[in-house]
Nanobody
């Protein structure tokens, strides 16, 4: 089990940008594939992006392709989600998650979760 702590959320106007960070405890960060998910009010949590252990492979939801990037710094035990051209539809609580093994895009594939950080985009 690892501890994940997200930060960087906030309020932004449509068209703006935010960078989320997720700090992960433990010495085994580089063995985990990392994902970002989000949950809008009244909706189920959905996949946003994921990055492989070495950072060379990334996956994105169609809704964020071309606007969001995911990266990681294994020396700092941190994964990032850079979000740009934000729209009100990007509003929600953003969670980072860790899993052993190859990349997956489903909630139940991830073993450890952070507490989430709120992102609010106004029009």
């Amino acid at each position: 089990q690892v501890l994940l702590v997200e930060s960087g959320g906030g309020k932004v106007q449509a068209g703006g940008s935010l960078r989320l960070s997720c700090a992960v405890s433990g010495r085994t960060f580089s063995t985990y594939a990392m994902g970002w998910f989000r949950q809008a009010p009244g909706k189920e949590r959905e996949f946003v992006a994921a990055v492989s252990q070495g950072g060379g492979i990334t996956l994105f939801a169609d809704s964020v392709k071309g606007r969001f990037t995911i990266s990681r710094d294994n020396a700092k035990n941190t994964v990032y989600l850079q979000m740009s051209s934000l729209t009100p539809e990007d509003t929600g609580v953003y969670y980072c998650a860790a899993r052993s093994g190859i990349l997956r895009t489903t909630n139940d594939a991830y073993e450890s979760w952070g507490q989430g950080t709120q992102v609010s985009v106004s029009s």
